[in-house]
C-alpha cells in the first residue's frame, strides 16, 4: 500500500469536468492542478500527468457531486496503465455510442458457429463481447472496459459506492469474453448491458427478468441431471 496518493477530486456537470488533482501525503493534500469545464478526456490526462510526476504513489478518485460518494483507490495495474499508456486507459474508459436499431429488417440465412452461436444461449455463464484483446463491454453500462487478470473493474459504472466487478474469461474467440450469471445478478443494478438473441432482441435486461430466467434456467438443469442419474 503507497504512503502517498494522486487523487482526482472532481465533480461532473453533463459532458464537463470541474475539481482538483492534489498529492495526499499522510492525510494532507497540497494541490497539483485545477481545471474547470473540462472534458473527461482532458481531465484523465492532468491525472496521468501528475502520476508520472510521483512515480511512488497511488491513485484515488473521488466525486464530489453529491454528499456520501466514498473515495475509490485504484488498482496497481490500472494506475500503471493511466500511468504509462494514458491513451490506452482513457480508451478503455470511454463509452462508445450503441445504436440500437429500431425497425426489424429481414433476417438473413448466415452461418455460425462455436461461441457465435453459443453467445447466443443462457446459462451459467453469459457472453459478452470482447474487442483488443483485452477490453469487454460492462454488462452494467455497456462501455468498453480493459480486464486485468481476469477481473473486470468499472469505475465508470458505480452503484451504491462501488464499481461494477465481475470475473471475466478471456475465450479463445477473440470475440467474445464470458461471466458468471451469479456474479452479474449479485451487482445491485436495475437493468445490464445483454444485446443477446437470448435477450430476445433487446439491448437491456430487467434485473428481475435475468433473476427470473436464472431460477428457471438452474430448475431445468437439477431436473435434467436427476432424469439422468435416475437412467443411470
Known amino acids: ?23 495526499r501525503d499522510k492525510g494532507i493534500s497540497a494541490p497539483i492542478r485545477g481545471f474547470s469545464s473540462t472534458s473527461f478526456a482532458k481531465m484523465m490526462t492532468y491525472f496521468s500527468d501528475a502520476l508520472r ?20 483507490p485504484l488498482g496497481p495495474e ?51 463481447r470482447r474487442r483488443f484483446s483485452v477490453q469487454v463491454e460492462c454488462p452494467g453500462c455497456g462501455r468498453w472496459v480493459r480486464v486485468f487478470d481476469n477481473i473486470l473493474e468499472c469505475i465508470r459504472c458505480i452503484k451504491d459506492n462501488k464499481p461494477v466487478r465481475l470475473t471475466v474469461e478471456l475465450l479463445n474467440d477473440v470475440n467474445w469474453a464470458c461471466t458468471p450469471t451469479k456474479e ?29 430466467r436464472y431460477e428457471q434456467f438452474v430448475k431445468e438443469k437439477e431436473e435434467a441431471c436427476s432424469i439422468v442419474a435416475t437412467k443411470g
Open 78 to 128: 490500472f494506475t500503471e496503465l493511466l500511468r504509462n499508456d494514458p491513451v490506452a486507459a482513457i480508451r478503455s474508459m470511454t463509452v462508445e455510442a450503441i445504436c440500437v436499431q429500431e425497425s426489424n429488417p429481414p433476417r438473413q440465412a448466415v452461418l455460425r458457429v462455436g461461441h457465435d452461436s453459443m453467445a447466443d444461449a443462457f446459462g451459467d455463464k453469459l457472453y459478452i
Open 1 to 23: 500500500m503507497p504512503d502517498r496518493f494522486v487523487v482526482l477530486v472532481y465533480k461532473r456537470v453533463r459532458e464537463s469536468h470541474t475539481g482538483w488533482v492534489v498529492l
Open 184 to 212: 452479474v445478478l449479485a451487482l445491485k443494478h436495475d437493468k445490464f448491458f445483454f444485446p443477446r438473441a437470448w435477450n430476445n432482441g433487446r439491448v437491456w435486461v430487467k434485473r428481475e427478468d435475468l433473476k427470473s
Open 53 to 72: 510526476a510521483h512515480e511512488d504513489a497511488g491513485a484515488v478518485i473521488e466525486r464530489n457531486d453529491r454528499p456520501g460518494i466514498k473515495s475509490m
